[in-house]
């Protein structure tokens, strides 16, 4: 298969990161008898500095005509960098954003696995972290609280503010759909989350869900409220496959599951459209602290490389072998400064890199 990959590497660790990814994409393609053809692209700071602006229109249609973006991470110290002495619509995070709104970007996705080499890291009781966990969360990701209508104004004499929460059938059935889909390239069971005991939004959700679930027979759905959810995340993860839920409930959720995984470094994620096109960039931010000095763990970016071969191109053998080539090196004991721990060996970005393509 030929496949168009726009790469977006960015600022700080991005460079580093997204050059271990496409090694490991190219001993893929060698591998499986693929062709990745790369184009290049600038956002962010890097884009700030040779366009003056953070997201350009040839940016945009360049994406638009690849069939995924790769991307490693956006932005700089916001302490120091003069990037952050622009105004807002100008920084680097505003390209972010633009990306997302100009590829229509709606679904969220954040897996979150406790890998059994690094347990330890892991802030929960052994008992419950020795069972081990693989979920991936599905956030709405441009409905609900964050866009909804919002004014503070002055009622009866009382300093007011407002928030609206609004979520229409079509949002819902497009994110359902997305979960259930993904679902079925997982282990089957989908939980839905909502606070329909108190929403009229969440009804609304959970009788689309309903709906949705009916094409989806081989999927187990079970309906559970945000604030049980937010319980058994620490009590029992291992339960849980397919998460989906509404833009603010998981906003908190992936940050409390990706929290219990105890390493930021390793964890991918995805943005994906109604179609198969997805947005594929580490968890994490652009690290400027250990920026150009091969300190960064690429593995986050690897494994959203991988999601990108499983969700974007149908490359189900190719992005397991991906998934394998990593725990296969964690098996080997080769660390990174970030995941490093007692009688394991470190090694730097590069070397982490290689290592994974050579266990492909
Ligand atoms: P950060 O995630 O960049 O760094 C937090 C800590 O985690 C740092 O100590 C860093 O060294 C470490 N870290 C992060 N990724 C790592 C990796 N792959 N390997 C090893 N260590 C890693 O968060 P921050 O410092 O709050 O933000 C830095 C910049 O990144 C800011 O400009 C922020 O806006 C931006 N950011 C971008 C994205 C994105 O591109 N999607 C996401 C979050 C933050």
Redesign the pocket.
Known sequence: MIKKIAVIK?????PE?VTEAMKVLDKVAEKYGHRFDYTQLLM??ASIDANGVPLTDETIAACKASDAVL????????NT?P??KLPANLR??AG?LGIRKALGLFANLRPCLLYKQLAGACPLKESIAAKGFDMLIMRELTGGLYFGERKTEEINGVMTAIDTLTYTEAEIRRIAVKAFEVAMKRRKKVTSVDKANVLDSSRLWRKVVNEVAKEYPEVTLEHMLVDNSAMQLVKDPAQFDVMVTENMFGDILSDEASMITGS??MLP?ASMNETKFGLY??????????AGQD???????ILSAAMMLRYSFDMTDEADAVETAVEAVLDQGYR????MSEGCTKVG?AEMGSLIAANI
């Open positions: 960015g600022d700080g660790i991005g990161i962010g700071g991307m490693g991470s956006i932005g700089g110290d916001t960098s990037w952050y680097p995070e972010l930021i470094g994620s960039e580490p968890s994490g931010g652009s690290a400027p602290d250990i300190k960064a763990n690429p593995i986050a970016t990174t400064g970030d995941i970005c």
